[in-house]
């Protein structure tokens, strides 16, 4: 299997979302080695592709993901 580049890392993650969190948890731990093969600390997300788009949500997502070793942020 290919290693993802941290976009389509990021993209998989969008599309769990959108699929009702399927296979969440598979999809965070690519986009953690993508992160640490590409040097990165922290993933951004675009906001208005979020299912849920209010702080709430935002805050739900950052700790869900926090907790398994990914940190994210939102770009603007």
Request: proline share 1%; charged share 25%.
């Amino acid at each position: 299997m290919s290693e993802l580049t941290l976009a389509e890392a990021i993209e998989n993650i969008y599309a769990s979302l959108r699929a009702d969190n399927a296979d969440l948890d598979a999809h965070i731990a690519t986009l953690k080695a993508a992160l640490a093969r590409e040097g990165k600390k922290q993933a951004v997300f675009d906001p208005t592709r979020l299912v849920q788009n209010n702080r709430a949500g935002r805050k739900l997502m950052q700790a869900y993901f926090r907790q398994r070793g990914v940190s994210v942020s939102f770009s603007e």
